[in-house]
């Protein structure tokens, strides 16, 4: 058996393929997704820009606070959906992608501005290490659906979602301070266990899900994704497309 790379060896060569694959001279707006793997997608758009000369005028949308430190770290131009509402490109992560090219995102936390980002992009292209990729949806992640709340609607929106879907909702809580965490936008996370065995219907559920009052927005991104990159334990980036 060949050696394994590390996990943060795969996502760097997951984001760095992806954005040579789709940031190109051409490009002029891309959005800048939340997590982990998207620091090795800025830091590949950095070099280019601070290295080799390329992509100067490359406008970066953020989808959270992070990401927005991000790029004015890297010293990129940081743009926003006010003034940049059509974007050519976004590049983010993902807490699992199934055989659909489904996702679930929001591990984060950053679901709601990660998916206007990602609406607002023509292209929407997903990077991941091979944890993330799987069949169905609850194989890989455990910690289930990520729901944005309006802090005074969480107990009605888990007691419908509990009823209507079964499995079991959480508010998510802070490590490092007393109560529930408080995303970029001000609200609450709900973590909804789906029951793993019982087959959905991932677009029905995200639609009535999202239409409780109290609810922002799901982290269930459904038809959304255009191309999934994963980096994989033997040093291979695997694409996935529809
Ligand atoms: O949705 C997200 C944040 O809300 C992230 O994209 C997702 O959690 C993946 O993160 P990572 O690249 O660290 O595995």
Known sequence: ??????????????????????????????????????????????????KDGELT????????????????????????????????????GADEVDSNMVLIKGGGGCLLQEKVVAACS??????????????????????????EVAPMAQVPIKLQIEAMFGGEVVLRMAKVKAGPIITDNGNFLLDWKFVGKREYNWDEVNRTITMIPGVLETGLFVDMAHKCYFGMADGSVKAQSK
């Not at 949308?61 to 743009?79: C, E, K, M, R, T």
């Open 1 to 50: 058996m060949g050696d394994e790379i590390s996990l943060d060896e795969a996502k760097k060569k997951a984001a760095r393929t992806a954005v040579d694959e789709w940031v190109k001279e051409d490009t002029k707006i891309v959005g800048i997704g939340s997590g982990s793997t998207v620091v090795y997608a800025v830091q590949r758009i950095a070099e280019r820009v601070w």
């Open 57 to 92: 005028d490359l406008i970066c949308v953020p989808s959270s606070y992070q990401a927005q430190h991000l790029i004015l770290d890297y010293n990129l131009n940081l743009g926003s959906v006010d003034r940049n509402p059509i974007i050519d490109v976004a590049i983010d």
């Open 122 to 147: 023509k292209k929407f292209i997903v990077v991941a290490d091979y944890t993330k990729k799987s069949l169905h949806l609850g194989e890989q992640w455990c910690r289930g659906v990520p729901i």
